[in-house]
């Protein structure tokens, strides 16, 4: 717990509660949350039982994760870019009979546009339970021609943290150790593998304890730099945040753009960069003042779409009042 700490202060001070959300105490499902403006921590609260200690499943956030491991593999010179195609990686789809296959792009995994056969809700247990889901989901016929069509793709998604390893000749994990989790001061996380051996790039299986989840937003903050070592390259941040080439998401905040696996609207006339995960887990970036918010709920429920509507709606403008004073 001391190293926690330590490396936890060398990113951002602690100050206890100098804001006060007593509304938060209504919030259905509410694990945590945790405020950090101009790198001091204004608020920090668990609810339902849960501490620090606590990992707790970030589901989709994952896709984000992997696009921040993407991009670190580039300014490595692990993967060429973004438009490399994922035959490279996969040489099985310069043989497959549906000859489209061949356009995939590591973009288009990070864009949901790939055309892959999609494995959401509820056939997402037998494709993350199959003896191989990579192998499954690049087998499959096409649904649409490659960066045509917006679908989101959780199995496709899982493609990249194949590619990473493939490119790096590293575990997944163990890539974000070295250049990501470690120079934060992330050690104590949770993170599967699927049947295939690689490590879950999808979001089913990837549990981070708050505080970590907000240190990442931290370093996104400061554009990829930490004690004057630029863990991610600015270039990156810059692209993952640009509004140039993105789609309008079909949920989160009122009208998002999505691309490389992050989401951005305007908030409030703030400009708000976020990761989102089932049932309410999120990272949200607001450049202008300064502040990430990081969220976690229970996310083994049904109603995990409505309790992540209802705090986007309820909470979070009050959430977002209170740090703008």
């Known amino acids: 717990k001391l190293v926690f700490l330590t490396t936890t202060l060398l990113l951002f001070s602690f100050v206890n509660d100098n804001i006060q959300l007593d509304q938060l105490n209504n919030a259905k499902g509410l694990f945590s949350?945790?405020?950090?403006k101009n790198d001091t921590t204004v608020f920090r609260q668990f609810y339902n039982g849960k501490t620090e200690n606590d990992l707790f499943n970030i589901q989709s956030e994952t896709k984000s994760i992997m696009a921040l491991l993407i991009g670190i593999a580039i300014d490595k010179g692990f993967i060429k870019n973004i438009d490399q195609p994922i035959s490279d990686f996969f040489p099985e789809l310069l043989t497959d009979t549906n000859t489209a296959k061949k356009q995939i792009s590591i973009r288009h995994l990070l864009n949901q546009?790939?055309?892959?056969?999609?494995?959401?809700?509820?056939?997402?247990?037998?494709?993350?339970?199959?003896?191989?889901?990579?192998?499954?989901?690049?087998?499959?016929?096409?649904?649409?021609?490659p960066g045509k069509r917006f679908q989101y793709n959780t199995a496709a998604t899982h493609l990249l943290s194949a590619i990473l390893t493939k490119a790096t000749k590293k575990e997944?994990?163990?890539?974000?150790?070295e250049y990501l989790?470690?120079?934060l001061g992330i050690i104590n996380y949770k993170w599967d593998k699927l049947n295939?051996?690689?490590?879950?790039?999808?979001?089913?299986?990837?549990?981070?304890?708050t505080d970590d989840i907000a240190k990442v937003g931290v370093l996104l903050l400061h554009k990829g730099k930490l004690k004057g070592q630029q863990l991610i390259s600015k270039k990156w941040i810059n692209e993952l945040f640009s509004t140039e080439n993105k789609l309008t998401a079909p949920w989160g905040l009122k009208n998002s753009?999505?691309?490389?696996?992050?989401?951005?609207?305007?908030?409030?006339d703030q400009p708000v960069y976020y990761s989102m995960g089932y049932a309410g887990q999120f990272m949200f970036i607001f450049p202008e003042m300064k502040t990430v918010i990081t969220v976690n709920h229970n996310n083994q429920t049904f109603q995990g779409n409505q309790q992540s509507y209802n705090f986007m709606e309820t909470y979070l403008?009050?959430?977002?009042?209170?740090?703008?004073?």
């Open 196 to 209: 295939d051996g690689y490590h879950d790039g999808g979001g089913r299986s990837f549990w981070m304890k």
């Open 257 to 268: 753009l999505y691309g490389l696996c992050w989401y951005q609207s305007l908030y409030k």
């Open 317 to 325: 403008p009050v959430i977002v009042d209170a740090v703008a004073k």
């Open 172 to 177: 997944t994990a163990l890539f974000a150790d």
């Open 33 to 36: 949350t945790i405020i950090i």
């Open 181 to 183: 989790f470690k120079p």
């Open 113 to 145: 546009t790939s055309g892959l056969k999609e494995y959401e809700w509820p056939e997402l247990d037998k494709w993350s339970t199959n003896s191989n889901p990579t192998n499954l989901v690049l087998s499959q016929p096409l649904v649409s021609i």
